[in-house]
């Protein structure tokens, strides 16, 4: 297991200008693996032993010049690739994207902004002060167990004036477009893609820009997503001889709502595999033209399932219905991603903050100017700019661990004696959990690296544990 960890961790040296932040690198990625809380780095440096005295330079290794976020997500895509079990539908990888936001207090944190909270849990507020993330993973595992296995994650709100600071050319994006193009990212080093998202992403601007990818690429992506209950289509442009004026784009207007009335004759019945589970649906499938002033075809899907209405869209007009309904059953796995990211290694767990930061105004009118345009200081916003990778960097870190956790147990599960390790109520029959890998990863990893002498990882952790010896014997003196 450990050797093939260190396989993959040692992909990723190029990435790094120094050795020694290669180093902190792998101290980072294993402490993440097994740290036993979440409160920031200094888990890691519990759990792991490291000397107190390197705590600085482990924080400044989040800030350093060494390492830049492209260069690692490009290596991490390069990986899963060679290494992931990927799931392929018609050849197509199946990428997974939503946004996640994370409540922060930070009153000098870059990026913290009001954020509203489109959730039915009655447990999350309405608004809250904190990060806006968008990530995009993608369908790997088998059918003992799927896994939406996270390959780049980043902030996608609040830090565009930020970002201006290093290239003024640059454009702010919404969150549904760098959505689009962190998806089209990985397509180009994956090949064909499909991307599942949710009904929040099926927007003009979205399907604009997807159309324009497609269009300068070899490998396109396509995507399947939900359309909300109040979604309007139109039917084709009457063909034939026409009156003056220029040709029509459209025809008439429908509410695909309504169809479920109108066409519950034509609706076919029919058994998919839904959340691992065969289960009777039925459905009526149609092709119109969507979005104003855009017209593009797309496939519409509408879906009874005991009782529950759903609306479906694809970009793929030659895609199956029922390939379209078992497709958009995995986008839930990227939530279970998410509650694994935040319960299990605490990826969000991050307190970075900056002295040149403005203090926070939570009552910033919509028409003030923002306290961070009037930072012209080159060496408070170079600062800033630090911070923002440190978050940026810490959240990727905790992706590519939760990554490695995912590869180990489909890899290595039968292994690890789950029933015997821990309790659980609903234990796996194959392939156990993410958290099922970290406690065991807690409870055995000083025995891994004392069998494992001459592993890279063991070498790098016992250096960084040395200087411990070397602090007690300098403070004994």
Request: glycine share 6%; charged share 25%; net charge positive.
């Amino acid at each position: 297991m450990i050797e093939f960890i260190d396989e993959i961790l040692t992909h990723f040296k190029p990435c790094f200008s120094r050795n020694t932040t290669y180093q902190w690198f792998v101290v980072v990625i294993i402490g993440f693996m097994l740290r036993s809380d979440t409160l920031g780095v200094t888990s890691i440096i519990r759990d792991l032993a490291i000397a107190p005295r390197l705590y600085e330079t482990m924080l400044h290794f989040f800030r350093s010049s060494s390492w830049s976020l492209d260069s690692i997500s490009d290596k991490w895509f390069h990986i899963i690739k060679e290494y992931g079990e990927l799931y392929r539908e018609d050849d197509a990888v199946i990428l997974i994207g939503d946004g996640v936001k994370q409540a922060k207090e930070g009153r000098y944190m870059p990026g913290v902004k009001k954020l509203h909270q489109e959730s039915e849990n009655s447990s999350k507020a309405e608004y809250i002060f904190g990060h806006m993330f968008g990530g995009v993973g993608i369908l790997t595992g088998n059918i003992n167990k799927w896994f939406c296995l996270p390959l780049f994650i980043n902030l996608q709100d609040g830090v565009s004036s930020i970002f201006r600071w290093k290239d003024p050319a640059q454009v702010h994006l919404s969150h549904v477009v760098q959505m689009i193009e962190n998806a089209f990212r990985i397509t180009k080093v994956m090949g064909r893609s499909i991307l599942l998202l949710d009904r929040y992403f099926l927007s003009v601007p979205a399907i604009t820009r997807l159309n324009e990818l497609n269009s300068t690429n070899t490998d396109t992506m396509q995507i399947v997503t939900k359309a909300k209950s109040s979604c309007v289509a139109f039917e084709k442009a009457p063909t034939g001889k026409q009156g003056k004026g220029r040709p029509r784009k459209k025809g008439k207007s429908i509410k695909i709502k309504t169809l479920f009335e109108t066409m519950k004759d034509s609706f076919v019945k029919t058994t998919v595999t839904l959340y691992g589970k065969e289960t009777e649906v039925s459905y009526y499938c149609i092709n119109l033209l969507w979005g104003q002033k855009l017209y593009q075809e797309l496939r519409f899907v509408l879906v009874n399932y005991n009782g529950n209405l759903a609306i479906l869209v694809s970009t793929d007009t030659g895609l199956a219905p029922t390939t379209i309904i078992r497709l958009y059953s995995y986008r839930f796995k990227i939530e279970c991603t998410f509650r694994e990211l935040k319960q299990v290694i605490g990826g969000f767990s991050y307190q970075f903050w900056s002295k040149s930061m403005p203090k926070l105004n939570r009552y910033l009118k919509c028409k003030q100017i923002h306290p961070i345009d009037l930072i012209k200081d080159p060496k408070d916003q170079q600062r800033i700019l630090q911070t923002v990778k440190a978050i940026e960097g810490y959240v990727m870190f905790s992706c590519i661990a939760i990554g490695l956790l995912q590869l180990v147990s489909l890899k290595y599960s039968e292994t690890i004696d789950a029933p015997n390790l821990r309790y659980t109520r609903t234990p796996s029959k194959k392939v156990v959990s993410e958290a099922t890998v970290v406690f065991y990863l807690r409870k055995n990893i000083f025995r891994i690296l004392a069998e494992n002498p001459a592993n890279s990882i063991t070498r790098i952790i016992k250096q960084k544990q040395r200087e411990l010896r070397f602090y007690k014997d300098l403070r004994a003196s």
